[in-house]
C-alpha cells in the first residue's frame, strides 16, 4: 500500500481531528464505545456495497430498495424525496451516521467513531475493495452482482499491504494489542528503582505471557541508567516474539500503524500515563493484576471539560 504524503494545512487538520477524536474517547467507556465502534465498520461495509450495486445499476434496483427499507427504515422514501435520488448510494453512510448512531452524536463522541472507525483495518480493506469493484464492474460487466455478505467476505479478503490481507493484518493488530497491554501494565516497574520482580506479578505474567517472565525479570531488576531504553527493549522483544510472522513477510510496520492509531491502543497509552503518575508518591496503591488493570482501563472516563 503507497503511502500518501500531506500538505502542512492537510496535516494541521488532521492534527485537530485526531486531538478531537482522543477526547471523545476517554469520556466514554471502552465497552460502549467498542460495541459501537464494531457496528460502524460492518455499516461501512453495508453502505460501500450498496454504493457499489447502485453505480453499477445507475440506480437502486428494487431488490436493493427492499434491504434498505429493511435495514435502514425510511431512508428509501428519504431519498426519493430529494432532488437527486440517483445519488443514493452516495447518501446511505452520511444517513447511518445520523439515524443509526444518533446516540453517539447526542452523546457528543460521533467524531470520534467515525474518526477511528474509518481507520480501522477492516475499514481500509471495504474502501480498497469498494475502489477495485467500482473499477473493475464497469470494465467487465459481471452477471450477478455478490450479495452482501458474500462481497463483505471478499473485502476481508482483499490484500492490504504484500500478500497480507485486511482480515489477516486484523488479527496480527488485536494479537499484538493485547502483548501490550501487558507491557503498559508493568510499566511502571520501569520507573522505579531496581526490584525483584513481584511474586504476586510474576505468578500472573507466568500464565499471561509466560515467554516474557523471564526477559521482563532480567530488565526490572536490572540497575540501567535509563530505564525507558530497558522498557523499549521488551517492545522490540515482542515484536520479534509475538509478529514474528509479519516481520518475516514484510509487513510488521503496517501492522505496528495499525496498532498506533487503534482506538484501544489510545485507551490503553492514555491510562497508563496516569498510572505512572499516581504510582510515583510514597503512597502509591498496591500493584493490580493485569485483569484488575484492563478492567479498570477500560472502565476509565476523563471528566469534560466545560
Known sequence: MKTATFSKLERRIGHIASRRAHRQLMRVPWDRFHKAYEEYIRWQAFALWVRAVAELEGSAPSWLKAILRKRCPGFVEETARSRKPELLGLQV????????????????WLDALV??????????????????????????????????????????????????????VA????????????????????????????????????????GLLEFASKEISAAYEDKSRSWRRLFNWG?????????????????????????????????????????LGNSAPPYPSLRHWQKEAQGYVRASRK
Request: proline share 5%; hydrophobic share 40%; glycine share 6%.
Open 93 to 108: 453512510l452520511p444517513w447511518i451516521q445520523n439515524q443509526t448512531f444518533r446516540f453517539a452524536k447526542d452523546e457528543g
Open 239 to 279: 515484536k520479534d516474539y509475538v509478529l514474528s510472522h509479519a516481520k518475516k513477510e514484510g509487513w510488521l510496520k503496517f501492522v505496528l500503524r495499525q496498532v498506533r492509531i487503534h482506538p484501544l491502543h489510545v485507551r490503553i497509552v492514555d491510562y497508563a500515563a496516569l498510572c505512572c503518575k499516581s504510582r
Open 115 to 168: 474518526f477511528y472507525g474509518f481507520r480501522d483495518i477492516r475499514a481500509q480493506g471495504y474502501w480498497g475493495y469498494w475502489e477495485h469493484c467500482e473499477s473493475e464492474w464497469k470494465k467487465r460487466r459481471r452477471a450477478s452482482v455478490p450479495r452482501f455478505e458474500e462481497w463483505r467476505r471478499l473485502a476481508l479478503s482483499w490484500k492490504l499491504d504484500g500478500d497480507a490481507s485486511c482480515a489477516v
Open 171 to 210: 488479527k496480527a493488530v488485536g494479537k499484538f494489542m493485547a502483548f501490550e497491554a501487558v507491557l503498559y501494565w508493568l510499566r511502571p516497574l520501569f520507573q522505579a528503582p531496581p526490584i525483584q520482580l513481584p511474586a504476586h506479578i510474576a505468578l500472573e505474567l507466568g500464565q499471561e505471557c509466560p
